[in-house]
């Protein structure tokens, strides 16, 4: 008898659901996947932005990891928001003290509001400590220009941001294009361990209903590690999941709103989801 798949999200919490940890359980439990989780901070948040946050006690935070490495058999994990360089490295510590399978590092600076989810010294520990223990980092385009100091404006500046954040020690990249202006498509590159790469590509959806997008990729990419599908597989299967959770849209709150966690039931028979 094999054990069950178990992934683990090591992230903030979002109070009204639609993003941070949240969403990464729903996402992973959508995908068949058992999700457990780290608590690194707590938020007061809305889908009209984020009005306070408190990062959590570090002997509970490593408590946390602890618990789950004594009982769980933890096959993916991923990283959310993680608040400062101080639980940055209290997480980087944890993941260097326990075997939690791939890791998938986003790498979250900023929420669909605008409030900043990241201090500049916890930045520099991503870049230093995180991003070289991480299978895949999933930054978007302003994520990417703080961390390779380059400036995106174009498909070719995306391929030179991608090999740069390989040398930052990451094995596979994607660097989502949903912030590029472009009114038909929105296009992520994605750089493999191997050296190949390629574009995946979908119809831009006119809505402000996006809240959590980031989180559920990388949460839909560590649950199909942690069933054992390969690096590109996942992130197929995941870009795919992210298209239907915007395609499908709900109506929750008054700004940027959540993602429809379910909506790939509709399409999973034609989307091989």
């Given at each position: 008898?094999?054990?069950f798949?178990?992934?683990?999200?090591?992230?903030?919490s979002?109070?009204?659901?639609g993003?941070?940890?949240?969403?990464d359980?729903?996402?992973?439990?959508?995908?068949?996947?058992?999700?457990?989780?780290?608590?690194?901070?707590?938020?007061?948040q809305?889908?009209?932005?984020?009005?306070d946050?408190?990062?959590l006690?570090?002997?509970?935070?490593?408590?946390?990891f602890?618990?789950?490495?004594?009982?769980l058999?933890?096959?993916?994990?991923?990283?959310g928001m993680?608040?400062?360089?101080?639980?940055?490295?209290?997480?980087?510590?944890?993941?260097?003290?326990?075997?939690?399978?791939?890791?998938?590092?986003?790498p979250?600076?900023v929420a669909k509001?605008g409030?900043?989810?990241?201090?500049e010294?916890?930045?520099?520990?991503?870049k230093?400590?995180?991003?070289?223990l991480?299978?895949?980092?999933t930054?978007?385009?302003?994520?990417?220009?703080?961390?390779t100091?380059?400036?995106?404006?174009?498909?070719?500046?995306?391929?030179m941001?991608?090999?740069k954040?390989?040398?930052?020690?990451?094995?596979?990249?994607?660097i989502?294009?949903?912030?590029?202006?472009s009114?038909?498509?929105a296009?992520?590159f994605?750089?493999?361990?191997?050296?190949?790469?390629?574009?995946?590509?979908?119809?831009?959806?006119?809505?402000?209903?996006?809240?959590?997008?980031?989180?559920?990729?990388s949460?839909?990419?560590?649950?199909?590690?942690?069933?054992?599908?390969?690096?590109?597989?996942?992130?197929?299967?995941?870009?795919k999941?992210?298209e239907?959770?915007?395609?499908d849209?709900?109506?929750?709150?008054?700004?940027?709103?959540?993602?429809?966690?379910?909506?790939y039931?509709?399409?999973?028979?034609?989307?091989?989801?």
């Amino acid at each position: 008898m094999t054990d069950f798949p178990q992934a683990l999200s090591i992230a903030g919490s979002d109070s009204s659901g639609g993003a941070g940890m949240q969403a990464d359980l729903k996402t992973m439990q959508e995908r068949h996947v058992y999700a457990a989780t780290v608590l690194v901070a707590i938020t007061a948040q809305n889908t009209l932005g984020v009005q306070d946050s408190l990062p959590l006690p570090a002997k509970i935070i490593n408590e946390q990891f602890t618990s789950i490495a004594d009982d769980l058999a933890i096959k993916a994990c991923k990283t959310g928001m993680l608040a400062d360089s101080e639980h940055v490295s209290i997480v980087v510590e944890n993941l260097k003290k326990y075997d939690f399978g791939p890791l998938i590092v986003d790498p979250v600076m900023v929420a669909k509001g605008g409030a900043t989810l990241l201090t500049e010294d916890a930045i520099i520990t991503i870049k230093e400590n995180l991003i070289p223990l991480a299978t895949v980092v999933t930054p978007n385009i302003p994520e990417t220009e703080v961390l390779t100091g380059l400036t995106i404006n174009s498909k070719e500046d995306m391929i030179m941001a991608g090999k740069k954040m390989k040398t930052l020690g990451a094995k596979n990249v994607i660097i989502k294009g949903g912030h590029q202006s472009s009114a038909d498509t929105a296009s992520d590159f994605v750089l493999l361990e191997n050296g190949h790469s390629f574009w995946l590509s979908s119809k831009r959806i006119d809505t402000i209903r996006t809240h959590g997008t980031g989180d559920t990729l990388s949460a839909c990419i560590a649950a199909e590690l942690a069933k054992g599908a390969d690096v590109e597989t996942a992130i197929i299967t995941a870009k795919k999941y992210v298209e239907a959770t915007i395609a499908d849209g709900i109506i929750v709150g008054h700004g940027h709103g959540p993602l429809n966690h379910w909506a790939y039931r509709k399409v999973a028979k034609n989307a091989k989801l």
